[in-house]
């Protein structure tokens, strides 16, 4: 499945809207069975729906409130790469990233093979200061 700029903007408006609100199942259920899935945390990846799901619990309960949005599709053989922006709450603070993966789809139209890419020293250096510091704080 080769998508235009079109069809790839139409998908990524419902997929994306899904990676918010803790909803992994649902997350999840853009993807093949078989699939295979990388982003910089699990830079070997998962492989299978089952992998996948039990990684996307982890990752979405302590994301909740993050948001992605679509900057540009670029149509790719299978799929699409899909440049993004996330922005993601550190206790108070928002870090802003942005990043591409490439999305590739079965006959189906579920994902085979999703691989995140994007420079995340920021998000874990406020995640760092975000931790130690709520280390240090007395307990009420």
């Known amino acids: 499945m080769t998508m235009n700029k079109q069809e790839a903007k139409e998908f990524a408006s419902k997929w994306l809207p899904v ?3 803790n909803k992994p199942e649902i997350l999840a259920g853009f993807y093949s069975d ?5 982003d910089p945390a699990i830079p070997s990846g998962v ?4 992998e996948l799901l039990t990684y996307f619990k982890k990752l979405l309960s302590q994301n909740p ?6 900057i540009e599709p670029i149509p790719m053989e299978g799929g699409f790469l899909n440049k993004w922006l996330a922005k993601i709450p550190v206790g108070k603070k928002v870090i802003e990233c942005v990043g591409v993966c490439f999305v590739q789809f079965d006959s189906e139209e579920k994902i085979k093979r999703n691989e995140v ?3 995340r020293s920021e998000l ?3 995640i760092y200061k975000y931790t130690k510091l709520n280390c240090l704080k007395p307990a009420v």
């Open 19 to 21: 990676w918010t609100g």
């Open 124 to 126: 874990i250096s406020e």
């Open 47 to 50: 492989n299978g729906k089952k």
């Open 117 to 119: 890419y994007f420079d």
């Open 34 to 38: 078989d699939c295979f899935y990388l």
């Open 65 to 70: 409130d993050w948001i992605w949005t679509q």
